[in-house]
């Protein structure tokens, strides 16, 4: 078992859809849609996530710039930087890298971004818009996962769905996606870890993801026979990337399965280019 789900396909598909688009409005009016970067300090995870947005972005077309601030900017100043990208009509979006340093609010960083320039999909009232299945602009990993199944036929309709992980830019807004689709889903956080009921949730689900943050969390004895798998985690153990799966030995198990990397990560990085070209018709009334 243990069909290997290929990320890096699925988001080269994405950015050739992009490319063309980019190129058709270079042509027509010689306009390039613009992502900025906007980062604080030098972590090292956000420096290789930055890396791989603006190979992206010379995949797609899409113009890219890092705005660099120190680590000990105050928050005030982040906020003035990103109203001075709100009111540049040369800029179509803007990504906030995370983790930003503790005493910066992220929430109240994101909220100051113009919606119509939010490349991540995260600002409150983009959100909100999932809600009410009026979303264009999606967060990037959620959206990742969602086109993940789509692009491999998995249907979604009253699917038992299992959500490890319940933050705000990856478990609580797919779970909504997910019941945009009808599917019967469960988020497993914290306090289920604690009650110790994570296993009997993810034994029943038909498709499992996870997003906690643990390297290996998820063994083979806690999902059912030919579930769907799909990893987001991320984790740097000794200089090599592994997920939150125990990928050998869940494999073993599942009928289809994200790698780390190249699985969820690729497609993230895709979706937000697919988001900015997404921002500048919304801006623009074009495409």
């Known amino acids: ?13 994405i950015q050739r859809s992009v490319r063309e688009k980019c190129l058709a409005l270079k042509a027509a009016d010689g ?3 613009m992502l900025i970067s906007l980062t604080v300090g030098n972590g090292k995870d956000s420096e290789i996530y930055v890396k791989a947005q603006e190979q992206a972005a010379l995949a797609t077309g899409i113009d890219f710039d890092v705005c660099k601030l120190e680590n000990d900017v105050s928050q005030s100043t982040i906020l003035d930087k990103i109203q001075a990208l709100n009111m540049d009509d ?10 930003l340093p503790t005493k910066i609010d992220h929430h109240v960083v994101i909220s ?4 119509e320039k939010d490349a991540e999909g995260i600002h409150p009232s983009n959100l909100g818009k999932i809600f009410r299945r009026e979303a264009d602009i999606l967060p990037c990993t959620p959206g990742a ?27 609580k807004p797919l779970s909504l996606m997910m019941l945009n689709e009808t599917a019967t ?4 956080h914290i ?49 090599k990337i592994v997920g939150d799966v125990d990928f050998d030995d869940v494999k073993k198990r599942a009928s289809l399965i994200t790698p780390v990397p190249g699985g969820v990560g690729p497609v993230t990085v895709s979706i937000l280019m697919r988001n900015v070209l997404r921002a500048y018709k919304a801006q623009h009334d074009e495409l």
């Open 145 to 171: 996962v969602m086109k993940i199944l789509n692009a491999n036929n998995v249907g979604l309709f009253g699917k038992e769905v299992v959500i490890i992980g319940h933050s705000p830019i990856v478990g």
């Open 1 to 13: 078992m243990g069909g290997l789900i290929d990320g890096r396909k699925i988001a080269n598909e």
């Open 185 to 188: 889903t469960t988020v497993c």
């Open 191 to 239: 306090g289920t870890a604690q009650k110790g009921d994570i296993k009997s949730h993810t034994s029943r689900a038909d498709i499992l993801v996870v997003a906690v943050g643990k390297p290996a969390f998820v063994k083979s004895d806690w999902i059912k026979e030919g579930a769907v798998v799909v990893d987001v985690g991320i984790n740097n153990i000794e200089g």
């Open 31 to 33: 306009k390039t849609p």
């Open 112 to 115: 100051s971004l113009t919606p």
């Open 90 to 99: 040369a800029v179509t979006a803007v990504i906030v890298q995370h983790p």
